[in-house]
């Protein structure tokens, strides 16, 4: 099956797109078009005006200025993949980058793209949340910035108006007492996860926990915030009951759907363990302590 016809337009700057977003009726995005492609293709989806975004060169950067990690709305999960500078400092995102579906898809699916399709078993929601992130929109007022905990409305829906672009994504930079991480459950390369968490630890100088992110994937409406979990871990220092306790905390506020790929209640179990997983791996790239992992 090929797509119904639409109308393209290939911008090649930001005020150029955000120009079309404001005068087109009812236009969509493209950037990696590695979800919106599929479902063209099939039908699934049937625009009647599509702006590809791939020609603005300007946004396809991942750097670090003024404070944070920025990824630019054309900065690809192949470049997360393949950064020294993320592989050095964000643990959690070398973690998810290699976990996104496959090869071919992470060379060209964008960062950005994911966060907007809002897909609640995406895996870079969860991260932005863990990290207190940040979604940039531009629109036909200027610049607006989102955190992530209000950009996720419902499945496959935002706070980001028809009329605004995304331009970026960023997160913190890391203090140097600061670690971070990902672990997901998925049946097989490709799949989307069963069940995602993502941490993130930052320690004073005594050792004791000063803040901490949790961030879910694919155990709620949207990827969700662990605030429970993480009001038990803050100023407590890091043990293996702690972590095991901040797991509980987790899954219980995790509300996960029985489906083929297992019910709500082993899903919860898999959320406590990734949790306490990933917060053991924090706390070691932290360079607080060896934590054994989770096994049981």
């Known amino acids: 099956m090929k797509a119904a016809p639409f109308e393209h337009h290939e911008p090649t700057s930001v005020d150029e797109a955000v120009s079309l977003l404001e005068s087109l ?49 054309l900065a690809r999960h192949a470049d997360v993949e393949g950064s020294e ?15 996104v579906a496959d090869p071919q898809i992470r060379n060209r699916g964008t960062v950005v793209g994911s966060v907007a399709q809002a897909d609640p078993k995406g895996d870079w929601g969860s ?26 409305l ?20 890391p203090s140097d007492r600061e670690g971070s991480a990902y672990h997901k459950l ?9 069940a995602g968490v993502g941490v993130r630890l930052r320690f004073d100088d005594d050792g004791v926990i000063e803040a901490a992110g949790i961030g879910m994937t694919a155990v709620d409406i949207t990827n969700a915030r662990a605030s429970d979990a993480e009001d038990h871990l803050e100023g407590e220092r890091p043990t293996p009951d702690l972590f095991e306790a901040a797991g509980e905390s987790a899954a219980e506020e995790s509300h996960p759907e029985s489906d083929e790929h297992g019910d709500a209640a082993y899903k919860e179990r898999m959320v406590k363990v990734l949790t306490q997983r990933a917060l053991g791996d924090a706390a070691e790239r932290a360079g607080v302590v060896k934590q054994r992992r989770v096994s049981r």
């Open 127 to 152: 991260l932005l949340i863990a990290h207190d992130g940040e979604v940039v929109a531009r629109g036909p007022d200027g610049e607006r910035v989102i955190p992530a905990d209000e950009f996720f």
């Open 186 to 194: 998925k049946r097989k390369t490709g799949d989307y996860a069963m």
């Open 25 to 73: 009726d009812g236009p969509t995005v493209l950037s990696g078009g590695q979800s919106l492609v599929p479902m063209l293709r099939f039908r699934l989806a049937n625009p009647d005006v599509v702006v590809d975004i791939n020609g603005i060169e300007e946004l396809g950067y991942l750097r670090e200025e003024d404070g944070f990690l920025k990824l630019g709305a």
């Open 154 to 173: 419902l499945p496959y829906d935002t706070a980001l108006d028809e009329d605004e672009l995304i331009t970026e994504v960023r997160v913190p930079t």
């Open 85 to 99: 500078l993320i592989a050095e400092k964000y643990g959690s995102f070398a973690d998810a980058a290699p976990l």
